[in-house]
Each structure stands twice: as C-alpha cells, then as structure tokens.
C-alpha cells in the first residue's frame, strides 16, 4: 500500500503484540514527523536490549549481569524460593514487598494446547536447585488460571517428596485473571494468605 | 520499576502514540523474548525510514526520491491538482483509483488552538505550483471537520482571483471523521461528485 520503507515499517510495528494495522500506520506516520533523534534513541534501546539483557543463570529472571539483582543480594531470604511463570510476576510481587525470599522463573506454564509440557518449562533447573538444604519453603505463585494450576498441581506432585513446605498465593486473586495485573494490595494480602498445597 | 534497559524500552515505548504503559510493557516483554534478529530488523527499519524517506520537493508527498513516485510519472493528469492534509490522506486517495492527477500536501490543517496558521502549511509553496499554465481545477480535500473546513475557506479566498475551477469533495463522508478512515467506495464516490467551492 506504501511505499517501499514506509511499508516495511508497518508491517514490522504490526508484528507487535496488541498493534493493528491501524495502530501500526498511525505510529509509522508519527515516526515519519518525529525527530530523527527519537527515533534513533527508540532503535537503539531496541538493539541495547537485546543485548544487555540475559537470564539469570540461578533463577532465570531478567538480569543484565549473569545473575539478577535479587539472587546477588544477600540480606534475601534464602529459606523460601517463589516459583513464577514470567519475569513480570516477579516485578509484580517485588512491588508488594510483601516477600523477601528468592524466585524461579518458569518461563511459562503448563498449557498441552500450546504443546508446552513440562520439559519446555524450567523445571529441571528447579529441580536442580532444591538440593540447597536451606529451603524450607516453596510457594508456587503461578497465574490463578487454568494452565497457572495444572502447573502447581504438577509441581506440587513432584516436590511433594522433598518433605519441604509448598504453599500457594491465597485466594483473593481473581480467577482466570492475569497475576501481573493485580493490584499491589491484593497481591500483597494474596502473599500474606498463602495456604498449604493439597 | 524495572530493572536499567529494560525500563528504558519500556519508556520509549510509552512515547509512540495509542501505546498506553501497559501497552508499552506487554511490547517489551514481547521483544525481550523475541528472536534478536527481529528485533533487529524493527531497529533497522526504524534507522532506515528516518535517513532514507524524505518529502517530494514539489508536492511534498513522502518520498525516497527527490521527487515522489507520482510527482514523476508522466501519465498523470496535469490539469487538476488535489490538496490535501497528509501523506496518509494520498494514499487513501490513490486507493479509490478515482483520481489520476497529481497531489498537493499541506502538511496540516489550519488549527488556531494548536498554533497552526497559513504560515506553519505548505500554502507559500502551493501557490508558486500555481503559476503553472496547465491547470485548470483545484480539488481541496481537506478533512471534513473543523479544521479542514477553515483549511478549505481560507485557501479558496486565496485562490479565486486565479480563475481557475476550485472544488470540494462532495458530502458523503461522514462530518466529524478523518479522511483516510473513509471507506474507497465512500471516498471514491465523494471525489465522483465533487462540488464547486463557496
């Protein structure tokens, strides 16, 4: 429909989650009017990020350096270990100061739809890192929706012969929702009503 | 809230139009877990559009040429010219296929609120393009909302003592709206029944 560049330019904007084709036109015009200088900065953070940015090698949350800023801090718990399906679950409950603990960054959950089964999550890598004797609790703070539970019921199965506490967010949170999208309090009061995994 | 880079992403995100904070972050946890050669590809793009598209000199239509793809072909009708807002609006014009004469973008709409005066348009440029002998009709495709009508009234004073047939799309689009939201058939159908300027 455009021409040339113009073009490429939306059809790359349009591969961005929640951006339409006409979303798309719209940002690509106001690029085409913005001074070069934004745009410049907005390509080159692109390019930054994908390479400043790695996983963690412990817990597999987003870090700049080969470990996050939580698994380096020594004043965190070291006895409870939280398990989350993404990154953003754990920007979320950082916002709640409700827990001071280490986290697990799944990486996803449990959905045979999808094809993700078990072993394209991190389980393994939890697994792994349960040898740490200190542990004394594990919360499984997955999505309250359906794969988020096929994934702690998984979970709890598994880890149930380690003789550890594992506990799950309290109700509260709203079901079939997003954890991300709660807010700080009931994510908070969510924490601090945990119950035992059945 | 999130950690260096990635807070940045999310921040230069947020600037793009139509792209709310939680927008911003949906897209950057997107691109974090992206192929880092898309992610390229969308910086690239990004780089190219700002050094590579430049406007028409003559019509000042988006161009990677010194002259726009339209302004160069000869099979264009050099009769009539088309004024209209924006580079969006040419392209919604030429997917009608209605017209086949050449293109005259203001870059705007005449907006006291805003601070845009005759001044701040291509209006100077648009009628040094009128000493041209060949023309004989003027359609002025402004908006059909405020601005565009007071775009519209202002340029058709200016240029009645030229002599030459200035015309109005015809009603059919809807009052209130943005051009290049019409449908072709609507925007076809009102440059078919285009009126004489008051």
């Known amino acids: 429909m455009y021409e040339g560049v113009v073009q490429d330019l939306i059809d790359e904007l349009g591969r961005l989650p929640g951006v339409g084709p006409k979303s798309a036109q719209r940002i690509a015009f106001h690029l085409l009017q913005a001074d070069p200088v934004d745009v410049r900065r907005l390509a080159d953070v692109l390019v930054e990020v994908k390479q400043r940015v790695k996983f ?45 603990g280490r986290y697990h960054v799944l990486g996803g959950a449990i959905s ?3 094809g993700i089964g078990p072993d394209q999550l991190r389980i393994r890598e939890l697994m792994t890192r ?52 709660a807010d700080e309090v009931t994510l908070g009061r969510a924490f601090a009503g945990r119950r035992a995994a059945q």
């Open 56 to 100: 963690c090698k412990i817990c597999f949350n987003v870090s700049e350096e080969e470990t996050c800023r939580i698994c380096r801090d020594p004043r965190r718990d070291p006895t409870v270990l939280c398990v989350v399906e993404e990154y953003k679950d754990v920007v979320a409950i950082e916002r709640t100061r409700e827990f001071r």
């Open 112 to 114: 045979p739809i999808d």
């Open 130 to 181: 349960l040898n740490d004797t200190q542990l004394t609790e594990i919360i499984l703070a997955t999505d309250p929706n359906l794969e988020g539970e096929a994934t702690a019921t998984y979970l709890t199965r598994q880890l149930a012969p380690l003789g550890l506490a594992i506990t799950r967010l309290a109700s509260g949170l709203p079901v079939g929702g997003d954890l991300e999208y």
